[in-house]
């Protein structure tokens, strides 16, 4: 019998996506015994993959129509929640455009692109330090590149001070992207040549009087030719807006259930929209069994966060100990830190990668935050380890560290330790790691709350 598993991601002020998605190879599942070892199964690992590298380099552009449906959905759900977590007006977007129109203009713009924002990016960062912002490349009827870019500045003195020095700045950038392609990027149609004339330049910058997303809506709506050539990347944004996005977005799973089990918990989240079912997307997979609804409505993601289903942030805290626990293992440190390391740091280790999340008290807990400490000095005392795996493990750890010491998260394990008679006894039957029952079914959740 195929099983199935059930995903469920609210982004705020976006999309709430549902979705049913049948297992066909085994994921990756973590074995742990006495000794604490494991084994891994990837359908990627029997995978050869090959990578092109041909348009990714410095001077390279190829023929793009559009935006891809992943693109828009990331660019939407950055603007849904920038619109919600700053104030009216606190957001500078930006346009900036070029008056050739030429082949060999239009062949430089795109082989420059990726300078002229890599450019723009640190000259906000010298303004503002490091910001939440994202851009996109459109098409002008006439095949040229335009850029808009929306930056969040929320001080009002900064805010003015880059609206008025943007069109300096794009005038430098045009000249140096003309300089690096050999083409003279202000030379317009009939021969006028506007770096006499800089002043008839279509450069604007503007406050966000509405939301950020609204800006970039119709720009996102659109399909270019084919026939022009673009730059390597059509949109970005900076790690910021990403992490912002990650910090209100709320996921859980349910994993490996029979299909009716699947399709009912699936309509059973759909039932708390207030959308009406001829809004409402609808998706049945082309290529094998399952489903996925797509809302856009903000009643659900209310439901999501008030309702019972959802677990406190402590499972996701746990599946991030799993994960450093994974790297240790993947860079060979398991010796090496049994022959190092205190006997308890090891023990509480094993504790709290071993044991469901609601079975782990309060005390193992903070037990374990003073072993990260001895945990980080030791991953920086290791000889065999590089620079950057101990930065990876690092920054795990101090991850972890933050959440151990933040208030709602220690509340919550408070109140897992009131309910733990109760949550041993529902999950008795079980072997799955972090395991929550609702009366009808297991599941296995994660959740990012912006408490």
């Known amino acids: 019998m195929a099983l199935f598993d059930v995903k469920c991601k609210s982004y705020a002020g976006c999309d709430t996506r549902i979705q049913v998605v049948q297992q066909r190879s085994p994921k990756k599942i973590l074995y742990l015994d006495r000794d604490a070892e494991f084994e891994t199964t990837d359908r990627a690992t029997d995978r050869a993959v090959a990578t092109s590298q041909s348009d990714r380099g410095k001077n390279k552009f190829r023929l793009r129509s559009g935006l891809t449906t992943s693109a828009r959905q990331t660019l939407q759900r950055i603007g849904g929640v920038v619109g919600l977590a700053c104030t009216p007006r606190s957001s500078v977007f930006l346009t900036g455009t070029f008056p050739g129109s030429s082949h060999s203009a239009q062949t430089a713009i795109a082989s420059q692109a990726h300078w002229i924002v890599h450019r723009l990016k640190a000259w906000l960062y010298k303004r503002i330090g490091k910001n939440i912002g994202y851009y996109v490349w459109e098409f002008q009827k006439r095949g040229t590149l335009h850029l808009h870019y929306v930056v969040l500045v929320p001080d009002e003195v900064l805010r003015a001070r880059i609206i008025s020095d943007f069109r300096d700045e794009w005038i430098r950038l045009i000249a140096g992207a003309s300089k690096r392609s050999g083409e003279n990027l202000f030379l ?210 101090n991850i972890i560290q933050s959440e151990l010491t933040d208030m709602p998260t220690m509340s919550a394990l408070r109140k897992i330790d009131a309910v733990m008679p109760s949550i041993r006894k529902a999950s008795e039957d079980t072997t799955s790691m972090a395991v929550v029952s609702d009366g009808e079914c297991d599941m296995q959740m994660s959740i990012v709350r912006d408490d």
């Open 188 to 397: 317009g149609n009939k021969g006028r040549d506007f770096f006499t004339e800089k002043e008839k330049l279509q450069i604007y910058a503007q406050e966000c009087y509405k939301d950020c997303s609204s800006y970039l809506s119709k720009y996102l709506a659109k399909k270019s030719s084919s026939n022009f050539p673009a730059p390597c990347r059509l949109w970005g944004c900076t790690r910021e807006a990403r992490n912002l996005v990650a910090k209100h977005l709320i996921s859980f799973s349910l994993i490996g259930k029979s299909l009716a089990v699947a399709d009912d918990f699936a309509h059973k989240l759909d039932s708390y929209s207030s959308v009406s079912a001829e809004k409402r997307r609808y998706f049945r997979h082309r290529f094998s069994q399952g489903f996925t609804i797509l809302l856009y409505d903000d009643n659900i993601r209310s439901a999501l966060e008030d309702s019972a289903i959802v677990p406190s942030p402590v499972c996701h805290l746990h599946q991030r100990v799993v994960s450093l626990y994974y790297s240790l293992v993947k860079f060979n440190l398991i010796d090496y830190l049994r022959e190092n390391s205190s006997a308890p740091m090891m023990g509480d280790l094993s504790c709290i990668v071993g044991s469901p999340f609601s079975r782990i008290t309060v005390a193992q807990w903070v037990a374990f935050f003073y072993s990260s400490i001895e945990l980080k000095a030791l991953v920086g005392r290791c000889p065999t380890l590089t620079r950057y795996q101990k930065n990876e493990l690092r920054n795990k750890l």
